[in-house]
């Protein structure tokens, strides 16, 4: 059974880093594009990143364009969100997911399968 497994969360300071990891059991990890999801106290879950099955192409939600990075490293299995400058507004609980054929990127309704959630809290 494939599994996805997100590490890296924690608290840091506004200004902060903090590197995300979604490392994939089972399944065959460069047959899919993955994608990063956050869903904040009381808000619906929000796209924030995808990335192409070979990594070619990746897209960013507005708010975190110039500031997160997304890539991937299939020989390990493993998709990274790095997000550099991060700001309060990014607290959340950060998701990795698995994505669907078609062409739909940007909402959760076009990935089937996701992980349990890394929580990211950015400090004022």
């Known amino acids: 059974q494939v599994q996805l497994v997100e590490s890296g969360g924690g608290l840091v300071q506004a200004g902060g880093s903090l590197r995300l990891s979604c490392a994939a059991s089972g399944g065959t990890f460069s047959s899919y594009a993955m994608g990063w999801f956050r869903q904040a106290p009381g808000k619906e879950r929000e796209f924030v990143a995808a990335?192409?099955?070979?990594?070619?192409?990746?897209y960013y939600t507005d708010s975190v364009k110039g500031r997160f990075t997304v890539s991937r490293d299939n020989a390990k299995n493993t998709v990274y969100l790095q997000m550099n400058s991060l700001k309060p507004e990014d607290t959340a609980v950060y998701y990795c997911?698995?994505?669907?054929?078609?062409?739909?990127?940007?909402?959760?309704?076009?990935?089937?399968?996701w992980g349990q959630g890394t929580q990211v809290t950015v400090s004022s």
């Open positions: 990335i192409t099955r070979s990594g070619g192409f990746t």
């Open positions: 997911a698995r994505k669907t054929v078609g062409s739909m990127w940007y909402g959760p309704e076009a990935y089937d399968l």
